[in-house]
């Protein structure tokens, strides 16, 4: 099975650089995404990791160790519009499921 | 917006009824999945198609089933329903079964 964990909640100030955590625990690991989601909405993709390292993309950053278990979403430069949960999810072996943390709630502040 | 429909956005019913979701992916996706999201329990796989077949299961119940039409629109059929059942249901779809998935709007599913 699948045992993903990340921080309930957080804060940041408006400008500021935020990093989410997550760490996971599997049977299989075939990547690892990560999603954003305001509330009510359809979650929505923001990065994926499959080998070790970092993947950037404008404000955004991913950063995966394998050999640990961990991954992390870098956010910067935080606007009001990026308060949301950001969602960590392990796609596994067989590449078809994915299962989810329980997300991240992000609440930026002016 | 992604490309995935979902209908309807919202649906109030009681429990023990029957209820059907609809599900169209985006234009050239063959796989649909089918996820639930409730307060207490975070976004959870139920089921996946991939043109036309079942490919993998999760945590579905019994009561639940799905299936793939031949245009791969998908259907989440959800019957003897329970207060517990009161969800988003999500459908996300990909072109094959391993490459990015992408959420539809999502149906709100409120049962009294």
């Known amino acids: 099975g699948q045992n993903i964990d990340q921080p309930t909640e957080m804060t940041a100030t408006e400008g500021a650089i935020v990093q989410i955590n997550c760490t996971y625990q599997t049977s299989g690991f075939n990547g690892l995404f990560w999603y954003q989601q305001h509330a009510g909405e359809a979650p929505t993709f923001l990065s994926y990791?499959?080998?070790?390292g970092l993947e950037e993309k404008g404000r955004f950053s991913s950063f995966l160790s394998r050999s640990k278990g961990y991954s992390y979403l870098l956010l910067k430069e935080l606007q009001m519009k990026d308060s949301a949960s950001y969602l960590c999810?392990?796609?596994?072996?067989?590449?078809?499921?994915?299962?989810f943390g329980g997300g991240t709630r992000l609440m930026v502040k002016p | 917006d992604s490309g995935v429909t979902q209908t309807p956005k919202h649906l109030i019913t009681a429990t023990g009824q029957r209820v059907t979701l609809r599900c169209s992916p985006r234009?050239?996706?063959?796989?649909v999945y089918w996820y639930q999201q409730s307060l207490d329990q975070g976004l959870q796989f139920l089921i996946q198609y991939y043109n036309g077949e079942e490919r993998a299961k999760g945590n579905i119940l019994e009561r639940f089933s799905a299936q793939q039409f031949p245009d791969l629109h998908s259907e989440l059929n959800l019957s003897s329903l329970e207060l517990g059942d009161s969800a988003l249901y999500f459908c996300?779809?990909?072109?094959?079964?391993?490459?990015?998935?992408?959420f539809g709007p999502g149906t709100r599913l409120l049962v009294l």
């Open positions: 996300a779809s990909s072109v094959f079964g391993q490459e990015t998935q992408y």
């Open positions: 234009s050239g996706d063959l796989s």
């Open positions: 990791n499959v080998l070790d």
């Open positions: 999810a392990v796609r596994d072996n067989a590449g078809n499921m994915l299962t």
